[in-house]
Structures are given as C-alpha cells and as structure tokens.
C-alpha cells in the first residue's frame, strides 16, 4: 500500500469522528467563546470542517500565501451548511488523494503571509501535520461543547457520555 492510499483510508476513518462532532455544534451558540482570547464556535467548528481543503491545496500547490488573499474563510450560518461544508471538504481530498501518487510527496510546501515564512516542509510532513490539526482542533471543540454541556461524541472509544447507564 502507497502512503497516498493509507492516507485516503486515515481520512476516511478519521472523517466519521470529525462528521460526529460537528452535527453536535448547535447554532444557537455559533458566536460563544469560552474565553476573550479564544476562537469562536463558529470560527472553530469552520476550521475543522475546512481542514480536508487543505490537502488538495498542498498536493496542487507550492505554497499559501495569505498576504495575497488565497485564503478567506467560509461564511457559516447554519450547522446544515457547516456539514455540506464539511462534505465538500471532504469529497475535493477523497478525489486528490485518489489522484495522488506519493512522488507528489517529495516536494516542499509553503505557509507564508508575504515575506513572513511560517514554515517549509516536505509535502509529506505537511499533509501528516493536517491530521493533527483535525485532531488537535477536533479536541478543542469537544472542550467547547462540554462547556456548553453538549454530550460528546466518542472519538478513538466510547466517550463519557456514551458510557452513561453502563456503570
């Protein structure tokens, strides 16, 4: 198995966790933010459902550059739209991926915002890098709904919540 094709299969097991969280997001809450510094809902739940975007961009592209406006965020107002979002997202990195061969790898990528370079690294890093946004983004949105006492969804096992009435 190339690493392309083990990639596709991690981001389909890793999609139904990403799906599941983000159909908890309720709407009502979109602009709550636990604290001053942080993210919005809204802004978070966006995030990880634009996530998948990015490894078509890195596979298709040298670099982003935020300085020229690439990169603008969807415009969110509904968890039906999040999820169609999300969908997308997912479906433009399922067909990337399956057009990928892992020669397309070996190239270095770039995040910039005009001569500020926030890192270069091989393809491959960067696409690995993605999975542990998801994760790590999927993870501070569990912490936000379990703020707004929203039960969570398992991840990697059951979660707490769906452990309720089993002790």
């Known amino acids: ?10 981001l389909e097991r890793e999609a139904v966790t990403t799906r599941k969280m983000l159909e908890r997001v309720p709407e009502d809450k979109f602009d709550w933010k636990p604290h001053e510094k942080s993210m919005s809902l809204r802004a978070l739940a966006n995030h990880v ?16 550059d935020f300085a020229a406006g690439e990169y603008q965020p969807q415009p969110i107002t509904s968890r039906a739209e999040l ?3 999300f ?3 997912l479906a433009e ?6 057009k990928a061969n892992d020669s397309m ?6 995040m910039r915002s005009g001569d500020t370079i ?9 696409m690995r890098d993605c999975f542990c946004q998801v994760v ?31 002790a």
């Open 118 to 126: 926030f890192f270069t690294e091989p393809k491959s890093k960067v």
């Open 136 to 166: 790590h983004h999927r993870a501070q949105l569990g912490v936000y709904l379990r703020l707004l006492n929203i039960p969570i969804p398992g991840s990697y096992g059951p979660s707490a919540d769906d452990m309720q009435g089993f």
């Open 105 to 110: 790898l070996e190239p270095t990528w770039t």
């Open 93 to 98: 990195a399922r067909e990337s991926l399956a």
């Open 87 to 89: 969908e997308k997202n």
């Open 83 to 85: 999820l169609v979002f």
């Open 49 to 64: 459902a634009e996530i998948p975007s990015w490894y078509g961009l890195i596979l298709n592209t040298p670099e982003l």
């Open 1 to 10: 198995m190339t690493f392309t094709e083990s990639f596709l299969e991690e």
